[in-house]
Each structure stands twice: as structure tokens, then as C-alpha cells.
């Protein structure tokens, strides 16, 4: 687990409500504080969809390309946010694919990898962490994913210094 600052907050929002840098993750939960207090669950109702849930809920969370524009309204205005907090995770087929390209026999089953941004007091920063799913002697997963985070925010020319 590493935390991350952000060091140019008004791009990162740019990339992160307006942009599709971070289209490939899937939302946990999204808490945002403005005049009032919005708390998003990204769980999907599978039976909200029905038949369709393979095709429109391919994945037990939202995927952030759909709920960002929400948040984007939510956080929108004249006033800067008094704080919010996005858990995010990475989609599985990133995550075999990253455990695979490193040499894990760790899979999507396995391990979730997850970012934490919080905004707070004028200041942004990213958490990663990971969800162990089953006991592995083997951390260095932990490793993969905070190397691959920076890695993530460096090739999108979002600037950070590590706290």
C-alpha cells in the first residue's frame, strides 16, 4: 500500500470526470460532499437488468465510464467539493493480466487491486490497495500493484509524490 499526492488537483479532476483515463475501473462506492452528502453504491442490481445483465452488467461493480458523469454533476459549481472519496477497482481481466505479466500464479479470483482517491481539505490523493481474497504466503502482489498504479498515473502525465 502506498499513498500517492497529487500535485496538480484541477488536471487530475480534468482526467479523472471529464477524460476516459480512468474508464477502465469499476466503482465501489463513490461519496461526494457538497451542500449536501451523496453516497453512490456501485454494486449492480443484477436484477434490475434481467435477461440482460451479461451484456449490460458484465461485472459485480459500475464501470466508471458510466457513473462519472454523475459525479461530474454532483461535484460541478461554483464551490469547490468540501471532500469526496472514490474506491475504485480494476477490472479482472486487467488484474489476470497484470498478475500473469508478472509471473503470479495469483488470478482475478485471487486478489482484488483497488485505488482509494480522496479529496479532502484541498489536497488529492490516491491509496492503492489490494483485496486478498485467500491466504497466500505470497505478497509480492502488493509490490505488482504499487509499482503498476504509479506506472498507470506517470503514463497519463498525472504528476504525484509519493507520502
Not at 8 to 36: C, P, Q, W, Y
Not at 52 to 81: M, Q
Not at 114 to 130: L, M, Q
Request: proline content about 2%; some cysteine; aromatic content about 12%.
Amino acid at each position: 500500500m502506498i499513498v500517492l499526492q497529487i500535485t496538480h488537483t484541477k488536471n487530475f479532476m480534468n482526467n479523472l470526470l471529464r477524460g476516459s483515463d480512468f474508464d477502465e475501473f469499476l466503482l465501489e462506492e463513490a461519496v461526494i460532499k457538497t451542500g449536501n452528502s451523496y453516497t453512490i453504491d456501485g454494486h449492480i442490481n443484477k436484477e434490475f437488468y434481467g435477461d440482460l445483465v451479461s451484456e449490460e452488467a458484465p461485472y459485480e461493480l459500475s464501470r466508471w465510464s458510466d457513473i462519472k458523469n454523475v459525479c461530474f454533476e454532483l461535484i460541478k459549481g461554483r464551490h469547490t467539493p468540501l471532500g469526496f472519496k472514490f474506491i475504485m477497482q480494476v477490472k479482472p481481466e486487467h488484474t489476470d493480466a497484470l498478475l500473469e505479466k508478472k509471473g503470479s500464479a495469483l488470478t482475478s479470483r485471487d486478489v482484488a487491486f483497488v485505488i482509494n482517491i480522496k479529496f479532502s481539505e484541498g489536497v488529492t490523493t490516491i491509496t492503492s490497495a489490494s483485496a486478498i481474497r485467500t491466504f497466500s504466503l505470497d505478497k509480492s502482489y502488493e509490490q505488482i500493484w504499487d509499482e503498476s498504479i504509479k506506472r498507470f498515473l506517470a503514463s497519463h502525465n498525472i504528476e504525484f509524490e509519493e507520502i
